[in-house]
C-alpha cells in the first residue's frame, strides 16, 4: 500500500509539475477570460475586508494566505488541509454551519503543522510539503485535491468533473495551470488499486467455523421409592363356649357270649368282657 501511495505521488509531482503545458494557452484563454470576469463580479459585491474566511486569519511567513472561488457547482460543507507528514485530516476549517456556496470567494488561511526536521520559519521546507485538501461537498460527496501547490499560487479556483476535484489558477510564473488531467490520473490508480485491494481479500481462504453436534443432556431415570406399607391385622380371638351338658351315658359293656369252653379264653381263667 505504501508503494502505491508512493507511486501516485511521484506521479501525481511529475504531472502537477508540467500542468501548465498540458493544456494549450488556446483552449485555456477563454476559460481564463471568463474566469476572470466572473472573479470581477464577485469582487465587486466582495472586498478582501469583508470576506468570508476558510479557517482563523493569521499572518507570518509560515502562513498560507490565498483566495478560493468555489466553481464545482455545489455548496461546500466541510473544508480542511493537511501535510503528508499527518496521518489524518484536521477538523473542519469552517465554522458550524457555515456553507461555502456555489460561486462564493473566500479567503484561506492556512498553518502548516510543523513537521519534525522543520525549523520555525523555514518558509522554503514548508513550501515544498505536499499537502492534500479534502473536500466535504452537501450532497455527503467528497473529493480529495493532493499535491496541493501553496508556494505557487495567489489564488484558484475550484473545479469538479465527475466527482475529481481539480483547481485552476495562474502560477507565480504567469503560467495558465489546471490539475485536471492530473486529479484524473490519481482518481483513476486509486480505483484500480481498490479494485485490486478487494480482489485480495476475494482471494483469502475464509476460515468457517466447524458446526460441532451440541450433547443433548438427558436426565437419568430416578427410581421412585415407594414406602412399603406393612397391613396390621388385628388379631382375632373366638372364644369357644365350652359345652356344659353332661356327656351322655355311654352304652355299659354287655357280657359276651358264653363260649364253648366256658367263656373263658385259653391261658386264662376268666370271661372276657366285650364292649
Not at 493537511?82 to 489524518?88: F, H, N, T, V
Not at 485480495?200 to 438427558?218: A, G
Request: charged share 25%; glycine share 6%; proline share 6%.
Amino acid at each position: 500500500m505504501k508503494k502505491a501511495i508512493a507511486t501516485l505521488t511521484f506521479i501525481a509531482a511529475l504531472t502537477l509539475a508540467g500542468c501548465g503545458k498540458l493544456t494549450p494557452a488556446a483552449d485555456v484563454e477563454p476559460a481564463t477570460t471568463t474566469a476572470k470576469a466572473a472573479s470581477a463580479k464577485i469582487e465587486d459585491t466582495t472586498s478582501a475586508d469583508k470576506m468570508k474566511l476558510i479557517g482563523d486569519k493569521a499572518a507570518g511567513t509560515s502562513v498560507f494566505a490565498i483566495t478560493v472561488d468555489n466553481k464545482t457547482g455545489k455548496s461546500i460543507k466541510g473544508f480542511t488541509v493537511k501535510s503528508g507528514s499527518e496521518e489524518k485530516f484536521p477538523k473542519n476549517m469552517l465554522q458550524g454551519d457555515d456553507m461555502f456556496l456555489k460561486n462564493e470567494r473566500r479567503m484561506l488561511y492556512y498553518v502548516p503543522v510543523n513537521s519534525e526536521g522543520y525549523a520555525i520559519g523555514s518558509s522554503d521546507a514548508i513550501a515544498n510539503e505536499e499537502y492534500l485538501i479534502k473536500i466535504d461537498f452537501s450532497d455527503d460527496k467528497s473529493a480529495v485535491l493532493h499535491q496541493f501547490p501553496f508556494g505557487d499560487l495567489e489564488g484558484c479556483e475550484l473545479h469538479l468533473d465527475k466527482d475529481v476535484a481539480y483547481i485552476e489558477y495562474t502560477s507565480k510564473s504567469d503560467q495558465k495551470v489546471s490539475t485536471k488531467e492530473a486529479e484524473t490520473m490519481i482518481a483513476s490508480m486509486e480505483a484500480e488499486n481498490q479494485a485490486a485491494t478487494e480482489a485480495d481479500k476475494d482471494d483469502e481462504p475464509v476460515y468457517t467455523q466447524p458446526v460441532y453436534d451440541e450433547p443433548i443432556y438427558t436426565q437419568p431415570a430416578t427410581n421412585q421409592y415407594i414406602a412399603p406399607t406393612t397391613a396390621y391385622i388385628e388379631p382375632t380371638t373366638v372364644y369357644i363356649e365350652p359345652d356344659t351338658q353332661a356327656p351322655a351315658p355311654t352304652e355299659a359293656p354287655t357280657e359276651a357270649p358264653s363260649s364253648p369252653d366256658g367263656g373263658c379264653i385259653a391261658g386264662q381263667g376268666g370271661g372276657a368282657l366285650t364292649w
